[in-house]
């Protein structure tokens, strides 16, 4: 696999994130959910080894999603 189509193939499994994300999060608006996503992604910029970003991806955007999902602590 050349790195055209890998990252045609790591576009593609972003993109899957983003649909899983957006179901799990449905309260979320698409956008936020795509912006947490690409700055996950930016997080892992130039690092060798791409075949597991999008887990790493969806396992730090997941986080974050539901942190912003709870509510504020009272006091």
């Known amino acids: 696999m050349d790195n055209v189509e890998r ?5 593609q499994a972003v993109s899957h994130v983003v649909d899983r994300l957006a179901e799990k999060f449905p309260a979320q608006p698409r956008s936020v959910i795509e912006n947490v996503v ?3 992604r930016h997080l892992l910029d130039g690092k060798p080894i791409r075949e597991y970003v999008p887990v790493l991806i969806e396992h730090g955007a997941k986080a974050r999603l539901r942190e912003s ?3 504020a ?3």
Do not use: V
């Not at 990252?7 to 576009?11: I, K, M, S």
């Open 7 to 11: 990252q045609n193939h790591e576009d």
């Open 38 to 40: 690409t700055e996950e």
């Open 69 to 71: 999902a709870e509510p």
């Open 73 to 75: 602590p009272l006091g």
